[in-house]
């Protein structure tokens, strides 16, 4: 069975900084069979028509979260998003509130840091089992914290993210989803920790609970909802540490 084809005008962000003085967009035109994602389109354009066009990309399957850009002004994983239900013009841009590296790459160090700062890892005070023990959980608890699990650090909710984008030195929701993941699991014994450093001012009362990282995550995660958890978690252990016998 032969697949319909459709004309797809990209118009794709363009910066080289030992080039350019600032970011440009260049056309390209693509003819798209149907089933197509606009990663497909992309590296159509880098394999035919442009080698020196700059992307992330990795498994092609919503896994690895390398492949986010802005498509049509949308945060979106371009393996996820198909041309059969886009315009047949489509803007590419590398994802808003980061600097520029190259074309449609940019720097994630920032974000890197503050996933570090959130401490995505079980902490034990107790000691963990013996190496030849399995350490057992029951279904219940894996499902109170399996959603948080789905993250896969595309990076679309702070590009998405209006607190972020205004105040880099806010976390963020995808490092705060993943803190909160581990706060909810039965094995960790890091919770009043992790709250110590992500209740700051810089951490989740930061969130104005626009929820548009939520909108836009493309792995369902509902980062929103996890950092107002989160604040209910922090007001808490506040008050626990008021009251007598709490840690000062």
Sequence with gaps: MTLKTRQLELEVLRYDPEKDSEPHFQAYSVSCPEDWAILDALNYVKENLDTTLSYRWSCHMMVCGSCGMMVNGEPSLTCKTFIRDLPDKVRIEPLQNFPIERDLV??????????????????????????????????????????????????????ACPQYGLDPSFIGPAALAMAHRYNLDSRDQGKSQRLDILADHDGVWDCSFVGACSEVCPKSVDPAAAIQQMKVDGAIEWWKQKLPGGKS
């Design 106 to 159: 940019v720097v994630l160090d920032d974000v890197m840091d503050k996933l570090q700062r959130a401490q995505p890892w079980i902490i034990r005070q107790d000691d963990p089992p013996p190496p030849d023990v399995e350490y057992n959980q029951p279904r219940a608890a894996l499902y109170k914290f399996k959603q948080y699990t789905m993250c896969i650090n595309c990076m679309c909710c702070y590009a």
